[in-house]
């Protein structure tokens, strides 16, 4: 599917004047206010939040002008995706005060580096990446910073000097691994399995993107400390449903016994759950094969509820309010205090007596998937 390439934009309202007060015009000073978005968070250790306001009994209507925004996505190719996609139309709104102009780069990293070089010669104000690989990006970011173009990466973290980019915004891939091979581990033990034979196999996500470097990383920490855990095979499902049926077909003819699948996302857990399905192969909290998956978006708490997936690792999708917010606080020249932001995570189970996780941070309560939990959320 060709990327798609968009601009959205609104003409200015028509300047209303007064004749008594267009001398006012000339000597006094007005300055814009951006339209407080309640969405908006806060970010942490951030401070001062710089907003601006018109003061004073008279006020002039001046024309708004919109900040230009230009936000490189990744595709479509799942639900999380998509949740984030849907945040970032939102945020970024002309109701919000912002310009947006927005690429969808199917998944294909020269479509995305080709749409910065548009941004920046448009130009725009900001550049908001969300970027399919970790390499590739120096040269591009070097062009945006001298034209003195912020940017903020949203996601998946890059290989290039922090200079470049103001801001990142994402998960911790490594974390998440290691609540996997944590979660792994204590399940085991609960169904006396501990000291077993566990044959375990991998549906990666896209080579190379810093969230299947990440996970496999973490998880990989594990599999170190439990010789009775045989990876059996790990291959790329490309964070596609499609992706992952192949790759568990593939699997299922390969090998005669599979304990543990480990998808590293909700899309391509579905997909290893079909073809599951149609070898007659059980699954699930009640089944023969443990599902492990990560992002934890609404259909994938379902098939937690269901007892489909037996554990998943959220990534939060929805950082755009973030980056959002980040934009308004250097427009009001307040410096952020950090470089790096990670987002409000949880992790899910079908278990009704969940876990307690233990990371260098501290303790993390699992949480059992309910239809209240379900409404609550946002995606």
Known sequence: MKAVYAKCRKHPAAMLFLACLLALAFCACAVWKLADNQKEPKLPGSGQEGEYSLDGPERVQLPRKLVKVG?????????????????????????????????DADNQPQAQVEAVRRFIREPVDYLIIAPILTT???????????????????????????RYYAAWFGSDFV?????????????????GRGADDINIVAINGTLGASAQLGRTEG????????????????????????GGRAVMEQYLETFEKI?????????????????????????????????????????????????????????????????????????????????HFYLPEDCFTSDENPMLLVSENGTKQMRSVTRSLLEERAY
């Not at 479509?76 to 949740?83: L, P, Q, T």
């Not at 590739?136 to 990466?153: M, S």
């Not at 974390?175 to 979660?183: D, F, L, P």
């Not at 599902?291 to 708490?301: E, M, T």
């Open 71 to 103: 936000f490189v996505q990744v595709g479509h190719e799942s639900d999380w995706r998509i949740a984030m996609t849907k945040s970032c139309m939102e945020i970024f709104s002309e109701e919000n005060g912002y310009e947006l102009y927005f690429l």
């Open 136 to 162: 590739g990006w120096t040269a591009v970011l070097k062009e945006a910073y001298h034209a003195d173009i912020p940017v903020i990466l949203l996601d998946r973290t890059i290989d290039c000097d922090e």
């Open 175 to 191: 974390q998440e691994g290691r609540y996997a091979g944590q979660w792994l581990q204590s399940y085991l033990n609960r169904q």
């Open 219 to 242: 998880f990989a920490e594990y599999l170190k400390r439990h010789r009775e855990w045989n990876l059996l095979a790990e291959e790329c499902g490309d964070f596609t449903e499609s």
């Open 259 to 339: 304990d543990v699948v480990i998808c590293q996302n909700d899309n391509e857990a579905f997909g290893a759950c079909a073809a599951m399905d149609e070898a007659g192969i059980s699954y699930g909290k009640d089944g023969d094969v443990i599902v492990i998956s990560f992002d934890a978006a609404r259909a994938g708490l379902e098939a937690v509820m269901d007892g489909k997936i037996n554990a998943d690792f959220e990534c939060n999708p929805l950082s755009p309010p973030y980056a959002a917010r980040a934009i308004r606080q250097m427009r009001a020249g307040v410096p952020l205090k950090k470089k």
